[in-house]
């Protein structure tokens, strides 16, 4: 008997370009695709709720792809640690291949694998395969990380290789007996009740095949225009890659590549390209920052924000936020867009989150924890630095006293209020003039679009005047501090 691999897709729910399933399949010997959902060692970071449904169709998917190529996707969920114990005594298996991980709890869930299977004479290995540079890569003169994204990215371009990436095995050997896989009921992943997640299912395919569909069209039809049409949540012209990209669906060294190949063969692409690809970079930047600093998502990186009069937990203000009823179109719409699709535009994040944290002062983790919950593309190092740089106290964070006003963002990158008229329907027949400043209409032209104030649309949940004197009064009572 030839002892298999078994090898957990963890963090790489694909196919191609997965280095552990590449070497293990040029091993030559019996290979066992494994995936075991551990939430206790998450602890209040698990896959939220739309991350659980977006899991379950990857997981149903990629099982499809194993099957097709003479495998089988082997499902677990418990303590990774006992269930890969229990996996090596029922297959006899003396190696354990894996993609590295960066946040607490993967590199916890490492350390104590490499651990046991020392204990126990079994070889584990773990590849890198989630980023185009490992954390330990790239540092500053002085051996310490990067905070600030500008020098870090040019010491990225500096070293990254334009790799080859391993392409998806044809054939995987199997071994004689498959051990026992969990029902996928049992890692209970569906959504409660099961219709909530039908608008999210209309908006995506998850799966490999779905995020190299994604890439297709990114690359055919968006990418030119990148540069132009990124902050523009009205119209088409993003990526829409990052989930896939977070369940490690797609690799990201292939979108690396395809990006780099057609900007060369097409010099009108060049600029959207490089556009983009510096997204990927803030990516890498962000993993990087959670990788050495670990506490980052429950504490801010700059102390003295640690003193800062947050408002947080429950509360009516953070519930209106939360359902899109502020008041403020724009901030409404990516609310509502972000309950409907389970994502939301990156440039409309970045206005719900300073609406948030400066309008409302509700504490930053109390918004990271919704878009934790409701985000398909939920990633915890993205999630993180996003809030912490909105909110004045991360790495490379724009200043607190900068203050995003949704009247003027919402005129600026939706001017015709294409966006805001898709996702707040009650407002679509406002004329342009008004549809971002519903509140400074005249009476006459809000009964010619059946809009009522506080009825069927609600007035606007704050003086935006006196909620900025608030927030700026705020931030002077930590300087003094």
């Known amino acids: 008997m030839i002892d298999p691999i078994l090898v957990l897709m963890n963090g790489g729910l694909r196919l191609d370009d997965q280095p552990a399933l590449a070497a293990a399949e040029r091993a030559g010997v019996p290979v066992i695709p494994v995936y075991i959902l551990d939430d206790a060692v998450h602890g209040e970071w698990k896959p939220g709720a739309a991350s659980r449904w977006w899991l379950m169709k990857s997981l149903e998917a990629l099982g499809r792809s194993f099957e097709a190529i003479g495998s089988r996707l082997i499902l677990r969920a418990g303590g990774t640690v006992h269930m890969v114990e229990a996996l090596l005594e029922a297959t006899g298996a003396k190696s354990v291949f894996m993609l590295r991980g960066y946040s607490p709890a993967a590199r916890w869930t490492e350390a104590a694998l490499h651990d046991m299977c020392k204990v126990r004479g079994v070889t584990c290995r773990r590849f890198a395969g989630s980023l185009l540079l490992e954390p330990e890569q790239v540092a500053t003169g002085a051996g310490t990380p990067y905070t600030v994204f500008t020098p870090f990215w040019r010491r990225c371009r500096e070293l990254i290789e334009d790799i080859e990436p391993t392409p998806a095995p044809l054939r995987l050997r199997a071994p004689e007996v498959w051990p026992e896989s969990a029902d996928m009921a049992e890692l209970n992943l569906a959504p409660k009740p099961a219709f909530w997640a039908d608008p999210i299912a209309a908006s995506w395919v998850p799966g490999e095949n779905g995020g190299r569909l994604m890439l297709d069209r990114f690359v055919a039809d968006v990418m030119a225009g990148y540069q132009r049409t990124r902050d523009l949540p009205g119209q088409e012209g993003t990526s829409r890659l990052s989930p896939y ?4 669906e797609i690799s990201v060294r292939r979108v690396w590549r395809r990006c780099r190949a057609f900007a060369t063969a097409f010099e009108t692409a060049e600029s959207g ?21 670990p506490d980052l998502p429950e504490q801010p990186l700059r102390d003295q924000f640690k003193a800062f009069p947050w408002r947080q937990g429950p509360g009516d203000a953070l519930t209106e936020w939360q359902k899109g009823l502020t008041g403020f179109p724009i901030v409404d719409a990516g609310m509502r867009e972000l309950w409907q699709t389970g994502w939301m535009h990156n440039r409309v994040r970045m206005i719900v989150a300073s609406f948030l944290v400066k309008d409302l002062l509700w504490h930053w983790r109390d918004g990271a924890a919704w878009f934790w919950d409701t985000l398909v593309d939920a990633d915890l190092a993205n999630n993180t630095m996003g809030w912490q740089w909105v909110a004045g106290c991360g790495p490379d964070a724009a200043p607190y006293f900068r203050i995003f006003n949704p009247v003027t963002q919402g005129e600026k990158f939706d001017p015709k209020g294409t966006y805001v008229r898709e996702f707040v329907p009650e407002l679509a027949d ?8 519903p509140f400074e209409a005249p009476a006459l032209v809000l009964k010619a679009a059946g809009v009522t104030l506080g009825g069927n649309y609600p007035k606007p949940m704050v003086d935006r005047r006196l909620s900025r004197e608030r927030a700026l009064a705020a931030l002077g009572s930590i300087k003094k501090n």
């Open 245 to 248: 990209l977070a369940f490690g």
């Open 273 to 293: 390209a490089a556009a983009y690809l510096r997204e990927i970079g803030w990516r890498e930047f962000a993993t990087h920052l959670l990788f050495h600093f």
């Open 430 to 437: 406002l004329p342009d003039e008004y549809i971002h400043k």
